[in-house]
C-alpha cells in the first residue's frame, strides 16, 4: 500500500528565506507527483506536476524535483513572502490496474513571518 | 474559464438524515473525483469516474455513500443517515486524460457538520 509523508508538518521562517518542503513515498511505481497549496477553509490549488520520467519542473519561484526510484521530492521556495503561508500538500498517483487516485501526504504548515 | 464548482459551501444536518453534495467539474473535464479530508485522517478517495466507464468505488467507506455523474458531467455524492463520523470537508476534483498526466483540478470543498 503506497504512503507518503511530508517532514516537517509545520514551518515558520522569516520572510526572504529560501526553505525546502519534503515528501517521501513508499512505493516509486508511480505516475506522476502533484504539489499543491491549500489556504485555511479553502480547496486545493495545484501548484506543479512531475511525471514519472521527469527530475523537476519550475513555476516562478517554485522548484518541484522528483527522484522516483529513492521515493523522495522536494519543493523548493525561492524569496518566500507572508503570501506564500499555506499548508503544502504532495501526492503521488500510483502505477495500480485502474487506480486514477492520488495518494496525499498530511502536509507541511508553512508560516512565513514578515 | 471556470474552475471545479461545489454546492453548498457548508452543511448542517441532523444525524440519521440524508444530504447530496454537487460537483460541477470544469468543462470538458473527462475523469471527476470525490476525496474527504476530516482531521487526522488526512485526505481519503472515495470514487473516481472516467466517461462512460463503471466508477472506481473502491474509497467509499460504507453502503451509506453513494454517487452518480449524469450526462458525463454534474457528479452528486449522496450521504444516506448520516454519522457524526461523516463530518468532514468533500472535495470534487476534475482532470482531462492527456497520456498519463490526469492532473487533477480541485473545488473549494462542502464542509460537512453532522450534529
Known amino acids: 500500500k503506497q504512503e507518503v509523508t511530508q517532514i516537517p508538518a509545520a514551518l515558520s521562517v522569516p520572510e526572504g528565506e529560501n526553505l525546502v518542503l519534503n515528501c517521501s513515498f513508499t512505493?516509486?511505481?508511480?505516475?506522476?507527483l502533484q504539489w499543491f497549496r491549500q489556504d485555511p477553509g479553502k480547496g486545493l490549488t495545484s501548484l506543479l506536476l512531475i511525471q514519472s520520467s521527469q527530475r523537476e519542473q519550475t513555476s516562478g519561484r517554485l522548484n518541484a524535483s522528483l527522484d522516483k526510484s529513492s521515493g523522495r521530492s522536494t519543493l523548493y521556495i525561492a524569496a518566500s513572502q507572508p503570501g506564500d503561508s499555506a499548508t503544502y500538500l504532495c501526492?503521488?498517483?500510483?502505477?495500480?490496474?485502474?487506480?486514477?487516485?492520488?495518494?496525499f501526504g498530511q502536509g507541511t504548515r508553512l508560516t512565513i513571518n514578515p | 474559464g471556470a474552475g471545479v464548482s461545489q454546492s453548498p459551501s457548508n452543511k448542517v444536518t441532523e444525524k440519521g438524515k440524508d444530504v447530496e453534495l454537487r460537483c460541477d467539474p470544469i468543462?470538458?473535464?473527462?475523469?471527476l473525483y470525490w476525496y474527504r479530508q476530516s482531521l487526522g485522517q488526512g485526505l481519503e478517495f472515495l470514487i473516481y469516474?472516467?466517461?462512460?466507464?463503471?466508477?472506481?468505488k473502491s474509497g467509499l467507506p460504507s453502503d451509506r455513500f453513494s454517487a452518480e455523474r449524469t450526462g458525463g458531467s454534474v457528479s452528486t455524492l449522496t450521504i444516506q443517515r448520516t454519522q457524526q463520523e461523516d463530518s468532514a470537508v468533500y472535495l470534487c476534483?476534475?482532470?482531462?486524460?492527456?497520456?498519463?498526466?490526469?492532473?487533477?483540478?480541485f473545488g473549494p470543498g462542502t464542509r460537512l457538520t453532522v450534529t
Open positions: 501526492a503521488v498517483r500510483p502505477v495500480l490496474s485502474g487506480a486514477q487516485k492520488l495518494v
Open positions: 468543462s470538458g473535464h473527462t475523469a
Open positions: 476534483a476534475s482532470s482531462l486524460q492527456q497520456g498519463t498526466r490526469y492532473e487533477q483540478y
Open positions: 512505493d516509486s511505481a508511480i505516475y506522476n
Open positions: 469516474f472516467q466517461g462512460n466507464s463503471a466508477p472506481d
